[in-house]
């Protein structure tokens, strides 16, 4: 399987790499690619936000961007699958080329722009899967020439409600021009109360409460990490995504790349993503809900991840070099450390090293 693997990449790699990933898109619907055949471990399983995962490993949005594939990923191995960004308008996103791999850095930089059919192709393929099982969030964003970006979101809630397990709205994207202005305090406080308004009409007339996340950049400052902390106590946000890409170059060893505009996702996001995800939970408490995004490649990452106080994570730039069979790896690893531990659940290990996280600077 590896050397399998192994020669796959290497032709996937001839291409560039936004065609690379519409193959993979490709695969995963034609069925061609293995699924995870791991027997579940009861001490990955855990209630977030009043949703019960199987495990805390979750595909992040941003590879299956027009909600083609979720159940595909779920097969292997994910506990969720979060798809989007979806914005209410399909648009085309950036000029090509847009997506770059730093090999070396085991790094991906990305510039997009949201690019997706729209919510309507994006609902329409959901509906049509209604009856599946497994847990897949709708992030929702705004169009680039949205007059009224708030009220995308509330679109984005009002019109996938039916079909999403939970949302995620993704106001950290560096790709569209003003888009993180919305983390700024009026603005977020004026974006959660409609989006949380909406989410409460939807809710009564569903007779269901789906949680919404609030998906944060890496790049806050202090005083950025306080205004969101503070916006989020006085609203009835179910919890935080840290983090989305990084407009830092640090780290990287590649200069060839480096010079790209766009968001830096991988390897050289980890300890940034990390450090901020401790800040944040220091300054949220115990009981708000973080999924950690940003760099997990093996079960170690992801393991400390939640030592730094997340109970979830997500992944996505490392499938493009490990492929599909990471998730399991992961998932074998963590039952491992599991065993190491003598813990009776992954839960009893969140926030064991936010101190050490604390003390990482960013």
């Known amino acids: 399987m590896l050397d399998l693997f192994s020669l796959g990449r290497r032709g996937l790699f001839l291409f560039d790499a936004e065609t690379a ?33 199987p495990n805390p490993l979750g595909m992040a949005a ?17 506990g969720f699958a979060e798809v989007g960004t979806l914005t209410p308008k399909p648009q085309t996103g950036n000029p090509k080329p847009r997506i770059f791999r730093l090999e070396r850095d085991h790094a991906v930089i990305n510039r997009l722009g949201f690019n997706n059919e729209g919510h309507e192709a994006a609902l329409a393929r959901l509906s049509g899967r209604r009856n599946c099982d497994g847990i897949v969030g709708v992030n929702i964003g705004a169009n680039k020439d949205a007059t009224d970006r708030i009220a995308d979101y509330v679109a984005g809630i ?49 007779g269901k409460r789906l949680p919404v996340f609030l998906k944060i950049a890496p790049d806050l400052t202090d005083e950025g990490m306080d205004d969101i902390a503070e916006v989020a106590a006085a609203h009835d946000l179910d919890g935080l995504i840290v983090s989305n890409t990084t407009l830092s170059r640090d780290g990287l060893t590649d200069p060839t790349l480096a010079g790209e505009a766009g968001g830096l996702s991988g390897a050289p996001l980890f300890d940034k993503s990390t450090a901020v995800l401790a800040r944040m939970r220091k300054r949220v408490g115990p009981a708000l809900p973080i999924i950690g995004v940003g ?18 994570v997500q992944l996505y730039s490392f499938m493009v070099y490990e492929g599909p069979a990471l998730p399991g790896r992961i998932l074998r690893g963590l ?28």
């Open 295 to 312: 760099g997990v490649s093996s079960a170690e990452t992801a393991l400390e991840k939640i030592r730094a106080g997340a109970d979830l």
């Open 335 to 362: 039952s491992s450390l599991l065993d190491r531990e003598q813990v009776a659940n992954v839960s009893e290990l969140r926030d064991t090293r936010l101190d050490h996280w604390l003390s990482v600077k960013v």
């Open 62 to 78: 941003g590879y299956d961007k027009n909600a083609e594939v979720p159940y595909a990923l779920l097969s292997l191995g994910f």
């Open 158 to 206: 009002r019109r996938f409600y039916p079909v999403a397990t939970y949302f995620t709205a993704n106001i950290s994207s560096p790709n569209t021009p003003g888009l993180r202005d919305l983390q700024a305090k009026e603005s977020l406080d004026a974006l959660l109360s409609a989006v949380l308004a909406a989410r409460s009409e939807e809710s009564l007339r569903a």
């Open 21 to 53: 990933h519409g193959l993979s898109i490709a695969a995963l619907k034609t069925g061609l690619v293995p699924t995870c055949k791991s027997a579940a471990d009861p001490r990955l399983a855990q209630t977030v936000a009043g949703i019960r995962f």
